[in-house]
């Protein structure tokens, strides 16, 4: 028996010592307790019913099912428990259990416990702090050191011990993010007045980061390198990263990224002429290129001469908006059942910011050339998730299960719509994809070396109120509308209507969580650290300390940033931070 | 409670603590399950989906499965005349192992002991998938998704590479075609992937030399001093990093340095090895119903009998030639056999040789082959231009514009035969897979002859994009985006075995040619939920054998490896009824 | 009591909790290698820098700007302009990473490079000139450390260096320059 109570005790002592750390949660009434009848009778249930396979839930308390997440106190149809019950109809899973129903009295008997638990009044808080970290200081760089760091990073090269600059850091007249952040300044577009740098070095310097920025938008997978022959000449194939790039060097507020209206007109200077195209396999497919033509070339008679004009040569010394564009008379909706259309094409005109540019659409639609979208199977969710993925840093799904329960559509003959575990994703993804529904993507010419666009129908239709269509033949001629369903890192709930691309990135730049995207790619960058970001409030008690101490510095970096939205201070307040200049930036 | 049993357990909780150290010592002693350090996989992926009907997309399974011949989807000739346009295709089946195969399994292919072994014997270790729907249509995009499945993540290459740190990212063996390939999709946390192009002469010195020019400078003083100074940053993590790769570097070096000749000698060997196959499965083959008889090319002034499109569009002039198309070219060769006496594969010995030798010495974790199509097949040509088309009556006559029209080239067969007439394309097709069976066959026989846990431990990835649809008349075929096929080679498949569901005839109004007859079209899948497989479902069984995560996880496996033998996960193969609600109402992602 | 054993099970983790960070060695790219390099033992040296350095961006990282590039054929020439932009492999390389780890055949290719270039004197007295020695110049403490400037930054990497090179008795100024030249530790930030 002493040896019974000394274990016990010795077990409850290693439970409390073991006991994660920062975790903090309270009920904010009284506790529940498991000596109520409802606990009991529910409780004999899932004994009986659900622990055969689940056998952790025969110890679950009222706390655990709550903390879980299976159950949502007073509301059975948002418990994740309820809802994966069959026969429970309320548009979940329910698949459980996997061979036989639970009875009406048994559902009931859950349904009640669930729902009784709301005149208790207990809401679970949890206390998000960021801890900071101490770092050694023998681990600590020089000021000189951290901007000799800084400076390779932002030119691609050393600085010149005896140069002006590296003798004001030496000497304490400045600091490195200063100094760096002097590099930047003098490296904007159209700038005449060097005190640090040149011109050679500010070329350096703007290319160095738009190699990073080309790197972020990284996927030019167009989807059929064949037909980008030509296409890449005619716009730029790095569109979304010019837009970044503007945004940096001609001081724009970061929010332009996607805010601006304007399609970018890369201004070049080349001292040689360029005689080759930007994609070539080789000699024989470059003297077919020397021929441009329009049309079908499958019928006689329907093709027509065409002289594209080429994109400039050179570095790169400014951008702006462009103010015309190159359009053609014809063109073709696929190279195989052809269709042409001679209603005219603009051929490298963008929606509306980076994620509306010509080449970010046609890298991320996802579709078929000549596809339409129906508002159900084909839609350019793909270009969703990317947008996501690019401008928020978020993997799907990025809202709860219980948030998409609501749009399960049971009835729907698309099966990912009706499960909830589907729809967890496409809940955000499919409505957002509204935005572009009117894109489709086209060809000038059938031959297979061709250029790839995206025209946008023009709006014919009037809209629908159905966020969801199983088939719409119509969807793409209706207004751009959609909804922008989403949860922030900091565990909010956004659940917006948008009518345009315009709209959808309003949506977006007023977040934090957009420009925590940008610190963490920025600080990714400088310190070769990549910071995850999902929903932190649901996992806080989950996640290690250094975890916590990034996610924590990046959000104020982002704060940051979104107050002054001025990427070039954003890059000199990581240059600031005490892990930059730790010699293996922290050692974490 | 009895208290010894008490005691007993109380005793085995205080050891909960301790897992962590125990899990350590049950993997060093080899007791762990986790082998993915030794998996190797090799995606040999032949790009522009060239037919696979005649090989290995198992069109009817058993007896009892469904089958419409489909007149433009031959296996052989039932017979061929002394003239153009006298030919009859057939479809044929040959059993192997408890399945249908197609006719061409019942042949012999080339050895490189020079002798012949039957084609059947490749099946031995063959697990087929087969009725995959990519959804998206085109090349460039689906090669790519072989390889990265979900647009923007990590690959399933990178991902292993990720797990296993081998000495050489994944190889990535261009091939002729350097554009919109599998190998360009490759995506690691970790890893980057070692780039050989086609023009490298040699392809294991190009990989070796950094090691054996590092080795020809004697430099012990100084490489002395230079691990002297890691060594004195050991303790941070890039100095735990950088010690490591010093230790891998002699590591590699000495191997290297050690084995270079043998192995520099086993690819030079395995290179002529291969080329040999190739040769013998292409050049001056002897195939009954298909090059054991003369097969005539066209010949002009030629006599057709008018001809009408259902709709009543009379034929063009390729629509009556087609037959004999290799895209803008007609084949005008007295014997059609003749243009393989020069055909080649380019690039094909190389790669393979070199797949041999890195999986042997472990010089990798994984392999991407892109492999060309049939090239330089030397024939009387002329173009279809260059071809008059008059009627008379019923008849219509065709004649070369002028006698100087006609050139001896060396045509490449465009695999993604749009523009390729049946005729071509079935003996070009046909070669060609009989090239690969071989090659593959000899890459999986030195791999058991090396040793049987390498053999046990590799999974071949045989597949194209997608397969064809045929068109509704001779003048080529089209993308069969909606059925794909990946064939799989490993001493982990203990049998062959043919998984995936088809349609017997599909009637979807968005296919190329609705009730063309059996082609691969994908059919629903009970166990994946009445839905078709897509091929997020195999790259999660891929992973899965290989003991790395899946770039799609949300897709089920329709295989895994269980007991160190791949199991199928779904239901035996159907060829089901195309029925009205089955219509392609548009594709899914 | 077994159930509460169990239960301990269950409800303890003596884990950490999970990681949601990841850190990569941050290396410098492929143009600061080539950079550095050219710099050090002069633009003699292009052609070597090129086959080995800039022709491997999968090793290096840095992607290309092939919009900077003005060909003349559509053979690579080291004459067109911007050349250094080019895409090497294919034009997908210009979302290639803008760094990447260190890795075993990257420090090696490296090591090829310097024992290539520093195989011809002119080199040697190019990189020695950059820090006003010649071939003659005793090899001590204080003119190592000079040396080492060339490539580190760090004051506590050149130290480093410099010492192990006294020590270790290196009688050759070739064999200096190549111990800091084939070190990767200049090549992480």
Same mark, same amino acid.
């Given at each position: 028996?002493?040896?019974?109570?000394?274990?016990?005790?010795?077990?409850?002592?290693?439970?409390?010592?073991?006991?994660?750390?920062?975790?903090?949660?309270?009920?904010?009434?009284?506790?529940?307790?498991?000596?109520?009848?409802?606990?009991?009778?529910?409780?004999?249930?899932?004994?009986?019913?659900?622990?055969?396979?689940?056998?952790?839930?025969?110890?679950?308390?009222?706390?655990?099912?709550?903390?879980?997440?299976?159950?949502?106190?007073?509301?059975?149809?948002?418990?994740?428990?309820?809802?994966?019950?069959?026969?429970?109809?309320?548009?979940?899973?329910?698949?459980?259990?996997?061979?036989?129903?639970?009875?009406?009295?048994?559902?009931?008997?859950?349904?009640?416990?669930?729902?009784?638990?709301?005149?208790?009044?207990?809401?679970?808080?949890?206390?998000?702090?960021?801890?900071?970290?101490?770092?050694?200081?023998?681990?600590?760089?020089?000021?000189?050191?951290?901007?000799?760091?800084?400076?390779?990073?932002?030119?691609?090269?050393?600085?010149?011990?005896?140069?002006?600059?590296?003798?004001?850091?030496?000497?304490?007249? =400045?600091?490195?993010?200063?100094?760096?952040?002097?590099?930047?300044?003098?490296?904007?577009?159209?700038?005449?007045?060097?005190?640090?740098?040149?011109?050679?070095?500010?070329?350096?310097?703007?290319?160095?980061?738009?190699?990073?920025?080309?790197?972020?938008?990284?996927?030019?997978?167009?989807?059929?390198?064949?037909?980008?022959?030509?296409?890449?000449?005619?716009?730029?194939?790095?569109?979304?990263?010019?837009?970044?790039?503007?945004?940096?060097?001609?001081?724009?507020?970061?929010?332009?990224?996607?805010?601006?209206?304007?399609?970018?007109?890369?201004?070049?200077?080349?001292?040689?002429?360029?005689?080759?195209?930007?994609?070539?396999?080789?000699?024989?497919?470059?003297?077919?290129?020397?021929?441009?033509?329009?049309?079908?070339?499958?019928?006689?008679?329907?093709?027509?001469?065409?002289?594209?004009?080429?994109?400039?040569?050179?570095?790169?010394?400014?951008?702006?908006?462009?103010?015309?564009?190159?359009?053609?008379?014809?063109?073709?909706?696929?190279?195989?059942?052809?269709?042409?259309?001679?209603?005219?094409?603009?051929?490298?005109?963008?929606?509306?910011?980076?994620?509306?540019?010509?080449?970010?659409?046609?890298?991320?639609?996802?579709?078929?050339?000549?596809?339409?979208?129906?508002?159900?199977?084909?839609?350019?969710? =793909?270009?969703?998730?990317?947008?996501?993925?690019?401008?928020?840093?978020?993997?799907?799904?990025?809202?709860?299960?219980?948030?998409?329960?609501?749009?399960?559509?049971?009835?729907?003959?698309?099966?990912?719509?009706?499960?909830?575990?589907?729809?967890?994703?496409?809940?955000?993804?499919?409505?957002?994809?509204?935005?572009?529904?009117?894109?489709?993507?086209?060809?000038?010419?059938?031959?297979?070396?061709?250029?790839?666009?995206?025209?946008?129908?023009?709006?014919?239709?009037?809209?629908?109120?159905?966020?969801?269509?199983?088939?719409?033949?119509?969807?793409?001629?209706?207004?751009?509308?959609?909804?922008?369903?989403?949860?922030?890192?900091?565990?909010?709930?956004?659940?917006?209507?948008?009518?345009?691309?315009?709209?959808?990135?309003?949506?977006?730049?007023? =977040?934090?969580?957009?420009?925590?995207?940008?610190?963490?790619?920025?600080?990714?960058?400088?310190?070769?650290?990549?910071?995850?970001?999902?929903?932190?409030?649901?996992?806080?008690?989950?996640?290690?300390?250094?975890?916590?101490?990034?996610?924590?510095?990046?959000?104020?970096?982002?704060?940051?940033?979104?107050?002054?939205?001025?990427?070039?201070?954003?890059?000199?307040?990581?240059?600031?931070?005490?892990?930059?200049?730790?010699?293996?930036?922290?050692?974490? | 409670?009895?208290?010894?049993?008490?005691?007993?357990?109380?005793?085995?909780? !205080?050891?909960?603590?301790?897992?962590?150290? !125990?899990?350590?010592?049950?993997?060093?002693?080899?007791?762990?399950?986790? /082998?993915?350090?030794?998996?190797?996989?090799?995606?040999?992926?032949?790009?522009?989906?060239?037919?696979?009907?005649?090989?290995?997309?198992?069109?009817?399974?058993?007896?009892?499965?469904?089958?419409?011949?489909?007149?433009?989807?031959?296996?052989?000739?039932?017979?061929?005349?002394?003239?153009?346009?006298?030919?009859?295709?057939?479809?044929?089946?040959?059993?192997?192992?408890?399945?249908?195969?197609?006719?061409?399994?019942?042949?012999?292919?080339?050895?490189?002991?020079?002798?012949?072994?039957?084609?059947?014997?490749?099946?031995?270790?063959?697990?087929?998938?087969?009725?995959?729907?990519?959804?998206?249509?085109?090349?460039?995009?689906?090669?790519?998704?072989?390889?990265?499945?979900?647009?923007?993540?990590?690959?399933?290459?990178?991902?292993?590479?990720?797990?296993?740190?081998?000495?050489?990212?994944?190889?990535?063996?261009?091939?002729?075609?350097?554009?919109?390939?599998?190998?360009?999709?490759?995506?690691?946390?970790?890893?980057?992937?070692?780039?050989?192009?086609?023009?490298?002469?040699?392809?294991?010195?190009?990989?070796?030399?950094?090691?054996?020019?590092?080795?020809?400078?004697?430099?012990?003083?100084?490489?002395?001093?230079?691990?002297?100074?890691?060594?004195?940053?050991?303790?941070?993590?890039?100095?735990?990093?950088?010690?490591?790769?010093? /230790?891998?570097?002699?590591?590699?070096?000495?191997?290297?340095?050690?084995?270079? /000749?043998?192995?520099?000698?086993?690819?030079?060997?395995?290179?002529?090895?291969?080329?040999?196959?190739?040769?013998?499965?292409?050049?001056?083959?002897?195939?009954?119903?298909?090059?054991?008889?003369?097969?005539?090319?066209?010949?002009?002034?030629?006599?057709?009998?008018?001809?009408?499109?259902?709709?009543?569009?009379?034929?063009?002039?390729?629509?009556? !030639?087609?037959?004999?198309?290799?895209?803008?070219?007609?084949?005008?060769?007295?014997?059609?056999?003749?243009?393989?006496?020069?055909?080649?594969?380019?690039?094909?010995?190389?790669?393979?040789?070199?797949?041999?030798?890195?999986?042997?010495?472990?010089?990798?974790?994984?392999?991407?082959?892109?492999?060309?199509?049939?090239?330089?097949?030397?024939?009387?040509?002329?173009?279809?231009?260059?071809?008059?088309?008059?009627?008379?009556?019923?008849?219509?006559?065709?004649?070369?514009?002028?006698?100087?029209?006609?050139?001896?080239?060396?045509?490449?067969?465009?695999?993604?035969?749009?523009?390729?007439?049946?005729?071509?394309?079935?003996?070009?097709?046909? !070669?060609?897979?009989?090239?690969?069976?071989?090659?593959?066959?000899?890459?999986?026989?030195?791999?058991?002859?090396?040793?049987?846990?390498?053999?046990?431990?590799?999974?071949?990835?045989?597949?194209?994009?997608?397969?064809?649809?045929?068109?509704?008349?001779?003048?080529?075929?089209?993308?069969?985006?909606?059925?794909?096929?990946?064939?799989?080679?490993?001493?982990?498949?203990?049998?062959?075995?043919?998984?995936?569901?088809?349609?017997?005839?599909?009637?979807?109004?968005?296919?190329?040619?609705?009730?063309?007859?059996?082609?691969?079209?994908?059919?629903?899948?009970?166990?994946?939920?009445?839905?078709?497989?897509?091929?997020?479902?195999?790259?999660?069984?891929?992973?899965?054998?290989?003991?790395?995560?899946?770039?799609?996880?949300?897709?089920?496996?329709?295989?895994?490896?269980?007991?160190?033998?791949?199991?199928?996960?779904?239901?035996?193969?159907?060829?089901?009824?195309?029925?009205?609600?089955?219509?392609?109402?548009?594709?899914?992602? | 009591?077994?159930?509460?054993?169990?239960?301990?099970?269950?409800?303890?983790?003596?884990?950490?909790?999970?990681?949601?960070?990841?850190?990569?060695?941050?290396?410098?790219?492929?143009?600061?290698?080539?950079?550095?390099?050219?710099?050090?033992?002069?633009?003699?040296?292009?052609?070597?820098?090129?086959?080995?350095?800039?022709?491997?961006?999968?090793?290096?990282?840095?992607?290309?700007?092939?919009?900077?590039?003005?060909?003349?054929?559509?053979?690579?020439?080291?004459?067109?302009?911007?050349?250094?932009?080019?895409?090497?492999?294919?034009?997908?390389?210009?979302?290639?990473?803008?760094?990447?780890?260190?890795?075993?055949?990257?420090? $090696?290719?490296?090591?090829?490079?310097?024992?290539?270039?520093?195989?011809?004197?002119?080199?040697?007295?190019?990189?020695?000139?950059?820090?006003?020695?010649?071939?003659?110049?005793?090899?001590?403490?204080?003119?190592?450390?000079?040396?080492?400037?060339?490539?580190?930054?760090?004051?506590?990497?050149?130290?480093?260096?410099?010492?192990?090179?006294?020590?270790?008795?290196?009688?050759?100024?070739?064999? $200096?320059?190549?111990?800091?030249?084939?070190?990767?530790?200049?090549?992480?930030?």
């Amino acid at each position: 028996m002493k040896i019974k109570i000394l274990l016990s005790l010795f077990l409850i002592c290693i439970s409390l010592l073991s006991f994660k750390s920062g975790k903090k949660y309270y009920l904010l009434n009284e506790y529940i307790t498991e000596s109520s009848q409802e606990f009991q009778n529910f409780h004999r249930v899932i004994n009986l019913r659900c622990a055969n396979c689940h056998s952790d839930y025969t110890f679950y308390t009222e706390e655990d099912w709550i903390e879980q997440k299976f159950i949502v106190p007073g509301n059975p149809y948002d418990s994740k428990l309820f809802s994966s019950l069959r026969s429970s109809h309320t548009g979940g899973d329910e698949d459980m259990p996997p061979f036989l129903a639970l009875s009406e009295v048994e559902l009931e008997t859950i349904k009640k416990y669930i729902s009784g638990l709301k005149s208790k009044g207990t809401i679970l808080e949890i206390d998000i702090s960021f801890p900071k970290i101490d770092f050694p200081s023998t681990e600590k760089l020089s000021e000189t050191e951290v901007f000799e760091r800084c400076f390779i990073q932002l030119t691609g090269e050393r600085i010149a011990q005896n140069s002006k600059l590296f003798r004001e850091v030496e000497n304490g007249t =400045t600091t490195p993010a200063k100094a760096c952040y002097q590099i930047l300044k003098e490296a904007k577009f159209k700038n005449r007045d060097f005190n640090y740098s040149n011109e050679s070095l500010s070329i350096k310097t703007r290319d160095q980061l738009h190699r990073f920025h080309t790197s972020w938008i990284k996927d030019y997978a167009y989807y059929r390198s064949g037909s980008t022959y030509l296409s890449h000449d005619i716009f730029p194939m790095d569109e979304a990263a010019l837009h970044l790039t503007n945004v940096l060097w001609n001081g724009k507020h970061y929010s332009e990224l996607l805010n601006s209206k304007d399609t970018l007109r890369p201004i070049r200077s080349a001292r040689s002429k360029n005689k080759i195209h930007l994609f070539f396999e080789g000699r024989e497919d470059f003297n077919k290129l020397k021929k441009s033509v329009l049309g079908n070339e499958n019928i006689k008679g329907k093709t027509f001469p065409w002289n594209p004009k080429w994109l400039p040569r050179g570095h790169l010394v400014n951008i702006e908006a462009k103010k015309s564009f190159q359009s053609v008379q014809y063109y073709v909706n696929r190279d195989t059942n052809v269709t042409m259309y001679n209603d005219g094409l603009i051929l490298d005109k963008g929606l509306h910011g980076a994620n509306g540019s010509q080449s970010y659409i046609l890298n991320n639609i996802g579709r078929d050339p000549g596809e339409k979208s129906n508002g159900g199977l084909v839609i350019p969710r =793909t270009w969703a998730k990317k947008v996501l993925q690019d401008f928020m840093c978020r993997k799907l799904p990025v809202i709860k299960v219980e948030d998409a329960l609501s749009y399960v559509q049971k009835n729907s003959t698309i099966k990912f719509r009706a499960k909830s575990s589907c729809m967890q994703c496409h809940t955000t993804i499919d409505p957002m994809s509204g935005a572009i529904r009117h894109s489709q993507v086209v060809y000038t010419n059938t031959t297979g070396r061709t250029s790839i666009h995206v025209k946008f129908h023009k709006e014919t239709m009037r809209s629908l109120n159905d966020l969801f269509p199983d088939r719409d033949d119509k969807f793409y001629l209706r207004p751009t509308k959609g909804r922008f369903i989403y949860r922030t890192i900091m565990g909010k709930l956004i659940n917006k209507e948008f009518s345009s691309l315009e709209d959808l990135n309003k949506i977006i730049t007023s =977040t934090d969580d957009y420009y925590t995207c940008a610190a963490s790619k920025y600080f990714y960058y400088m310190t070769g650290i990549s910071v995850e970001l999902e929903n932190i409030k649901q996992s806080y008690g989950d996640i290690d300390d250094n975890s916590k101490y990034l996610i924590g510095e990046v959000i104020a970096l982002g704060k940051k940033l979104k107050a002054h939205g001025d990427v070039k201070q954003l890059i000199r307040d990581i240059i600031k931070m005490e892990i930059y200049k730790q010699d293996n930036f922290g050692d974490l | 409670m009895k208290r010894r049993y008490f005691l007993a357990m109380a005793g085995a909780s !205080l050891l909960y603590p301790f897992r962590g150290i !125990l899990e350590n010592t049950y993997r060093s002693l080899g007791l762990s399950n986790d /082998q993915s350090s030794s998996k190797k996989y090799i995606l040999i992926n032949v790009i522009e989906a060239p037919a696979r009907w005649m090989f290995d997309t198992i069109l009817k399974p058993t007896n009892a499965h469904g089958f419409v011949q489909g007149k433009l989807i031959p296996t052989h000739f039932k017979k061929t005349g002394s003239a153009p346009f006298d030919f009859e295709y057939d479809y044929g089946f040959h059993e192997v192992n408890g399945y249908q195969f197609p006719y061409m399994w019942q042949f012999d292919i080339p050895t490189a002991d020079g002798k012949t072994t039957p084609l059947s014997n490749l099946a031995e270790n063959m697990f087929i998938v087969r009725g995959c729907d990519m959804v998206l249509d085109g090349h460039e995009i689906n090669n790519r998704r072989l390889e990265a499945p979900s647009i923007g993540s990590h690959s399933i290459s990178g991902l292993h590479d990720a797990n296993t740190s081998p000495l050489f990212g994944c190889l990535s063996l261009e091939g002729a075609r350097e554009a919109g390939t599998a190998a360009q999709a490759y995506s690691s946390p970790s890893t980057n992937r070692t780039i050989i192009k086609d023009s490298t002469e040699n392809y294991i010195e190009y990989l070796l030399r950094p090691f054996i020019e590092r080795a020809s400078v004697n430099s012990t003083i100084v490489d002395k001093a230079i691990s002297e100074a890691l060594t004195s940053n050991k303790d941070s993590h890039i100095g735990k990093k950088l010690n490591s790769n010093e /230790q891998s570097k002699k590591r590699a070096a000495n191997i290297i340095n050690q084995h270079h /000749q043998v192995i520099t000698r086993e690819y030079n060997d395995n290179v002529k090895k291969y080329q040999d196959l190739i040769n013998r499965s292409i050049q001056r083959t002897n195939i009954l119903g298909l090059t054991d008889k003369r097969v005539p090319g066209l010949k002009f002034p030629l006599e057709l009998k008018k001809k009408f499109h259902q709709s009543g569009k009379a034929f063009e002039k390729v629509d009556y !030639l087609g037959a004999y198309k290799e895209i803008d070219y007609l084949v005008l060769a007295d014997d059609v056999r003749t243009m393989f006496d020069t055909a080649e594969i380019k690039g094909l010995a190389k790669q393979m040789a070199l797949a041999e030798v890195s999986l042997k010495y472990d010089l990798t974790s994984s392999i991407n082959i892109n492999v060309d199509c049939l090239r330089n097949m030397k024939t009387k040509t002329t173009k279809l231009e260059h071809i008059s088309m008059t009627h008379e009556g019923d008849v219509v006559h065709f004649k070369l514009k002028s006698s100087d029209v006609v050139e001896n080239l060396g045509l490449r067969h465009n695999a993604d035969s749009h523009k390729c007439g049946s005729l071509t394309s079935l003996l070009c097709d046909t !070669l060609f897979w009989r090239a690969m069976a071989s090659c593959t066959y000899e890459l999986t026989r030195s791999l058991k002859v090396a040793s049987t846990e390498l053999w046990n431990n590799s999974l071949i990835h045989l597949t194209t994009e997608f397969e064809r649809e045929p068109g509704d008349i001779d003048k080529g075929s089209h993308h069969g985006f909606t059925g794909h096929t990946s064939t799989f080679l490993s001493g982990a498949v203990k049998k062959t075995e043919v998984i995936g569901n088809i349609y017997t005839l599909s009637h979807d109004p968005t296919d190329v040619s609705p009730g063309c007859g059996t082609w691969g079209k994908a059919a629903d899948v009970k166990s994946l939920g009445n839905r078709k497989m897509v091929y997020g479902n195999i790259s999660s069984s891929i992973s899965n054998f290989l003991g790395c995560e899946t770039p799609l996880p949300h897709e089920k496996k329709v295989f895994k490896l269980k007991n160190g033998k791949i199991t199928s996960l779904i239901e035996a193969p159907e060829n089901k009824e195309f029925m009205e609600k089955n219509l392609k109402t548009e594709k899914a992602v | 009591m077994t159930y509460a054993i169990l239960l301990f099970f269950s409800i303890t983790d003596f884990s950490m909790g999970k990681s949601l960070f990841k850190s990569s060695t941050r290396t410098a790219d492929k143009f600061y290698v080539y950079r550095t390099l050219e710099k050090v033992f002069g633009e003699s040296n292009k052609s070597i820098l090129v086959k080995n350095i800039l022709n491997s961006p999968e090793l290096f990282g840095g992607g290309c700007l092939p919009y900077n590039v003005s060909m003349k054929s559509e053979k690579f020439d080291l004459s067109d302009e911007n050349f250094e932009d080019r895409c090497f492999n294919n034009i997908t390389e210009i979302g290639s990473p803008a760094f990447v780890e260190m890795s075993v055949i990257r420090q $090696v290719k490296t090591e090829n490079t310097c024992n290539e270039i520093l195989k011809d004197t002119k080199n040697i007295r190019h990189a020695l000139a950059l820090v006003s020695l010649s071939e003659s110049s005793p090899i001590d403490l204080k003119s190592v450390k000079r040396t080492t400037n060339l490539f580190f930054y760090k004051k506590k990497q050149r130290e480093t260096y410099s010492k192990i090179i006294v020590n270790n008795q290196i009688k050759t100024w070739r064999d $200096v320059l190549l111990v800091l030249c084939k070190s990767p530790e200049w090549q992480i930030l």
